[in-house]
């Protein structure tokens, strides 16, 4: 029974820099062998038993879907064709393919050849490989009487290579995606607000963080009556905001920290205007954003990254109860802005504002959060984007691009102040939502905006990809673990962290 952060399975990545020849695969349990598309109509490249799959693989097709073949010596092979110009998405989602026909068999020890690839396509489809086998590498908490047996990839070996890659960037985002997977992933009874902490604290003294614990003492002080709204609800006193920092070994002067904000709803029924059965079910995942939160701060610390990282996780259950929260009352949050309570089930909204609020006040060089927010962004994108928006014009682009870059892709929502007419309050600085669910992920944008300044650069990502069946890119659960690689990208890639 998971009772601690489990410490997830290392892949081992070995580059020969040397052809494979019949010595080298027979030494291994299987190989996935990714041709261009372009190999398929036209003449084969020469690589170990290419004439044996030649004669055995489907002739005449324009793309070859993953299919496993077995050598004559026993290894398994997994061929599969890639376009040219695939997306990283596109490259991620073959890798993924790959990696699920190959655990029909019992590989341990797995190489990868790409005969015919040039150099940048070579790296760009290891990349997506390394990353898929560590996302499958992933054993969710079971609490069965006999756990399933689980066995992981454990060494990947890379053919023909001229130089060796360095992999760690794939690795730290994969041990982060696991983690947000894994605390998803726990039943509400064992991943209550307490348990969790505990989880992060013992986290935070492994990795060396600073940890603030603002209990709910501390936020009533604080002024945090938006936070304290949702949490009065529950008959257990273990709500409240951590806080936790990362600081690199050297830092510029004067540089301003990242910081980090995640909704951790540990459950969530509706409150009062309790949801139906249906709706409800799954809802100890509501605490998704937190965990990614928490995951980046994690993959960033691996990365050792030259700037401090501030995560803000606000964990608390939604719940009914005599003193529950209800419709019409009117809270006030921490920076002073009064809020008109329109449903109860809109929760999420009501703890992070006061927590970006507080986080504000450390003046970071770029904020973000991440919550499972509205099913609207869900209605709007479906479950294969998330909804991303921002109180930055000059960052749109590169929200996309980082999106396409990483492989977890975003699309930008308007947040143009007009929209504020549905939120304006006859007897509040401002209306928590609207009954009526019309753009309620942009109106939930334009609420939150209420709690940043204007002087923080920020990014607010509606989870809406944080679950989708089958999996997604190169995960292959339904809870995909969804923005640690999209925000290493923005961070690192794109720019947008703080100079």
């Not at 020849?21 to 036209?42: F, N």
């Not at 905001?241 to 050297?250: R, S, V």
Request: hydrophobic share 40%; aromatic share 6%.
């Amino acid at each position: 029974m998971p009772a601690t952060l489990p410490r997830f399975p290392k892949l081992e990545i070995r580059q020969p820099l040397a052809a494979a020849d019949a010595s080298r695969v027979e030494a291994l349990d299987a190989l996935i062998i990714l041709l261009p598309e372009t190999a398929l109509q036209k003449r084969w490249p020469e690589f170990v038993h290419s004439g044996i799959l030649k004669n055995r693989l489907p002739e005449g097709k324009k793309a070859l879907a993953p299919t496993r073949l077995d050598l004559p010596d026993g290894t398994a092979t997994v061929t599969a064709s890639y376009k040219p110009d695939a997306s990283a998405f596109e490259r991620l989602t073959l890798a993924r393919k790959c990696i699920a026909k190959l655990r029909e068999s019992t590989a341990s020890h797995v190489g990868v050849l790409l005969p015919g690839a040039d150099e940048p396509s070579r790296a760009a489809l290891l990349e997506a490989v390394v990353a898929a086998t560590a996302a499958c590498n992933f054993a969710p908490p079971n609490f069965k009487k006999q756990p399933d047996d689980f066995r992981p990839i454990a060494s990947l070996t890379l053919f023909d290579g001229r130089q060796k890659l360095d992999f760690n960037r794939s690795l730290a985002e994969a041990e982060g995606n696991a983690l947000v997977r894994w605390l998803t992933l726990l039943p509400a009874n064992h991943l209550t607000p307490a348990l969790y902490r505990g989880h992060v604290q013992a986290l935070a003294r492994r990795e060396g963080w600073k940890v603030e614990y603002l209990d709910e003492k501390k936020l009533a002080k604080l002024g945090a009556g938006a936070f304290l709204a949702v949490s009065q609800g529950s008959d257990t006193r273990d709500a409240g905001i951590l806080h936790l920092t990362y600081k690199p070994a050297k830092s510029s002067r004067g540089a301003k920290p990242v910081a980090l904000v995640g909704k951790g709803i540990c459950y969530d029924t509706g409150g009062v205007n309790l949801k139906s059965a249906k709706s409800m079910f799954g809802m100890h995942g509501d605490m998704q954003g937190s965990a990614v939160a928490l995951a980046t701060l994690l993959s960033l610390t691996r990365l050792k990254a030259p700037f401090q990282v501030d995560a803000w996780l606000a964990l608390a259950r939604n719940q009914i109860g005599p003193k529950a929260y209800t419709q019409n009352d009117v809270v006030r949050a921490s920076n002073g802005v009064s809020i008109e309570i329109v449903h109860t089930d809109a929760e999420g909204r009501m703890v992070l504002s006061d927590t970006l609020a507080l986080a504000s006040r450390t003046h970071p060089g770029m904020m973000l959060d991440y919550a499972t927010l509205t099913g609207s962004c869900v209605v709007a994108l479906g479950s294969r984007y998330s909804g991303a928006f921002t109180n930055r014009s000059e960052f749109t682009q590169p929200i996309i691009e980082a999106g396409i870059h990483s492989g977890e892709r975003v699309w930008p929502m308007p947040v143009d102040a007009d929209y504020d007419e549905g939120i304006e309050s006859q007897v509040a600085d401002v209306k928590q939502c609207i009954i009526e669910s019309e753009a309620d992920h942009i109106l939930a944008a334009r609420f939150l905006g209420r709690f940043v300044p204007d002087t923080v650069p920020w990014v607010h990502v509606d989870l809406s990809a944080g679950e989708h069946k089958g999996g997604l890119a190169h995960v292959p659960t339904d809870v995909t673990g969804f923005g640690v690689r999209f925000t290493l990208d923005l961070l690192l890639d794109q720019g947008l962290a703080p100079k």
